[in-house]
């Protein structure tokens, strides 16, 4: 079990990565994460929800998704609160501290789930949560220590060089562990390191004198790890890519995006430049392409959305000739009204739309998951994808529906064809679709094969990670022989 001590630190990468690894080395390996806190999430092949980074962690392992490689899965809806998945299902929805009681409840699923990804498996490699160092949570922990205790998994930590301090947070992490957790770390790892590793060797040694831990390895900065979908949105506080291109994409950063990693393939793409606008930033007016991405909650997202002037922007935008694209929540705010009947996202019931398409979004409770074979019309082409939302979504524009899914249309387009929404993620992780799309920007670049670049990224990261860890590390050294 990798775990870090804080967030952001690596952890889904290097799983990742070292899941690629012990896959090459001919070894049936699963990922596994009790418990996750993300809205980034996937539909995983045996249906339900699951965090993002578990789905590509079984992509690694080349093994099919299941909802119990991430058996609870928690996506904030508020600053106090969020929706609950367990094995892949809605469970509940609990604001932080009523979670905290409710979380012991959860641990029968957790190892329940656990059993289940272990049984054919020669290793199981394990994502931890945040920190074990949050003592003040570990009396009902099922993410960290709580699991690794109960199911007797040996455990990594993950210090990240690169924010600084990683001595003390290692050193400190050492420090105020209860004695049974702390026997649980066999090693540490140090992640994102920069330059000449031997000038850390000093730290090494100064690290193994407070805690007694052996390092397992320094693993510098991996390039290949920004090829890979991101899980957390903390990396949306970082630039995409500052050059110039050829098409600007302008995206605004709601406070409940959802799914950003659609934006991935288009980031990769060397005639894309992404722009992520936060609060307080005003959307380029060089931009040709606004692209609305999904929310965990429409309602309020649509609010805070009015609040940072980004609906004039956005009206601007169109009058220029600009083209707007609304992906699952940024398709519901581009219509007239967004009703709310039932309370699901919160008191409002009505809230007028940003009016750029002729629809109208109801909320319901019954909620939509599954991956999808769709039928793109407005490019003629077939795509994947998936769905994960609440609502339905009626109106003139959805005459015009931008694809076909099992006979029923999905999405809608204006009149003039340069307001686009529609239901289905990772639509720009098909490549033909992609091409065809830029081409509407005078871009006629090349089919290149995302999902391929993504699998190749894997093995480069699995490459580097076979030669930096140490003889000692757990589970893939041992089995590499057989």
Same mark, same amino acid.
């Given at each position: ?47 339900? +929800? ?16 299941? &909802? ?17 998945? &367990? ?47 949050? =003592? ?18 040996? &455990? ?23 004695? +049974?957790?702390? %026997? ?17 060797? +000093?730290?090494?040694?100064? =690290? ?31 630039? =995409?890519?500052? %050059? ?11 406070? %409940? ?66 083209? &707007?694209?609304? =992906? ?35 909320? +319901? ?52 064809? %340069? ?64």
């Amino acid at each position: 079990m990798l775990q870090g001590t804080g967030s952001d630190v690596g952890k889904t990468v290097l799983v990742a990565g070292l899941c690629r690894l012990a896959a090459n080395r001919g070894l049936k390996v699963r990922p596994f994460k009790p418990q996750n806190m993300s809205n980034n999430a996937a539909v995983a092949d045996d249906g339900g +929800e699951i965090g993002r980074a578990q789905w590509l962690q079984a992509l690694a392992c080349r093994v099919p998704t299941s &909802v119990h490689m991430n058996p609870v899965l928690l996506k904030p809806q508020s600053n106090t609160g969020s929706q609950i998945i &367990v094995q892949g299902q809605l469970w509940g929805q609990a604001a932080g501290r009523d979670y905290q009681r409710l979380k012991p409840q959860l641990m029968g699923a957790v190892m329940e789930s656990w059993e289940l990804v272990s049984r054919d498996a020669d290793l199981v490699i394990v994502e931890g949560a945040g920190s074990p160092a949050e =003592i003040n949570l570990r009396k009902s922990d099922i993410a960290n220590m709580g699991f690794a205790t109960r199911a007797n998994v040996p &455990v990594i930590l993950v210090g990240d060089i690169d924010r600084g301090g990683v001595i003390a947070s290692l050193v400190g992490t050492h420090a105020i562990l209860a004695e +049974e957790d702390r %026997r649980m770390i066999c090693g540490y790892l140090i992640n994102k390191f920069r330059g000449d590793v031997s000038l850390f060797d +000093e730290g090494i040694s100064l =690290i193994e004198s407070y805690t007694g831990w052996p390092c397992m390895g320094v693993i510098p900065w991996l390039a290949d790890a920004r090829r890979l979908p991101a899980e957390d949105s903390v990396v949306l506080e970082r630039a =995409i890519d500052g %050059r110039s291109r050829a098409l600007k994409i302008a995206v605004p950063v709601l406070d %409940r995006i959802a799914n950003f990693d659609d934006l991935d393939p288009l980031a990769a793409d060397n005639s894309v430049e992404i722009v992520m606008v936060h609060p307080g930033d005003r959307l380029p007016a060089d931009a040709g392409l606004v692209i609305i991405p999904g929310s965990k909650s429409t309602i309020s997202d649509l609010t805070s959305f009015r609040s940072h002037g980004w609906d004039q922007d956005l009206e601007a935008h169109v009058r220029r000739g600009g083209h &707007v694209m609304g =992906i699952c929540g940024g398709f519901q705010m581009l219509g007239r009204k967004v009703s709310d009947p039932d309370g699901i996202e919160g008191n409002a019931r009505d809230v007028a739309g940003l009016g750029l398409l002729n629809i109208e979004t109801i909320m +319901e409770s019954a909620k939509t998951v599954r991956n999808v074979n769709a039928h793109c019309l407005a490019f003629g082409v077939d795509v994947t994808g998936y769905e994960i939302h609440l609502g339905k979504t009626q109106g003139p524009d959805c005459s015009r529906p931008f694809s076909r899914i099992d006979g029923h249309a999905d999405g809608a387009i204006s009149p003039d064809g %340069r307001i686009i929404g529609t239901y289905l993620h990772g639509v720009f992780s098909n490549d033909v679709f992609r091409q065809r799309y830029l081409q509407t920007f005078g871009i006629d670049g090349s089919v290149a094969n995302y999902r391929e670049d993504v699998d190749q990224a894997l093995d480069r990261i699995a490459k580097r990670l076979d030669a930096l860890i140490g003889p000692e590390f757990p589970g893939i050294n041992q089995l590499k022989n057989g």
